[in-house]
């Protein structure tokens, strides 16, 4: 099993960044794909950004050109870089990873970030 570890959360205004990491530890040999997740308050938890070892990467449509998502070479953290904050960007962002085709049922505690003026 594979655990995570988010951090990099915090206040911002609109239109500031953050940088947000996960550090994951456990089986990450068997990761071949990193993923961010959000949950605002009320809403489901959504997928962000996915990236794999291969290094493709996927975006939700709406933060297209603002996110990017990394991951290290040792292939046991994973970034997401948030540049153009908004409100609606408020949430709970998590990491997870994907062994097989499978993405992991336990989550961390993620880190908060709230976009506000």
């Known amino acids: 099993q594979v655990q995570f570890v988010e951090s990099g959360g915090g206040l911002v205004q609109p239109g500031g960044s953050l940088r947000l990491s996960c550090a994951a530890s456990g089986s990450t040999s068997s990761i071949n794909a990193f993923g961010w997740y959000r949950q605002a308050p009320g809403k489901q938890r959504e997928l962000v950004s996915t990236?794999?070892?291969?290094?493709?990467?996927h975006y939700l449509e709406s933060v297209k050109g603002r996110f990017t998502i990394s991951r290290d070479d040792a292939g046991n953290a994973a970034y997401l870089q948030m540049n153009n904050l908004k409100f609606e960007d408020t949430a709970v962002y998590y990491c997870?990873?994907?062994?097989?085709?499978?993405?992991?049922?336990?989550w961390g505690q993620g880190t908060r970030v709230t976009v506000s003026s």
């Open positions: 997870n990873a994907r062994i097989g085709y499978r993405w992991g049922d336990y």
């Open positions: 990236i794999t070892n291969g290094g493709m990467t």
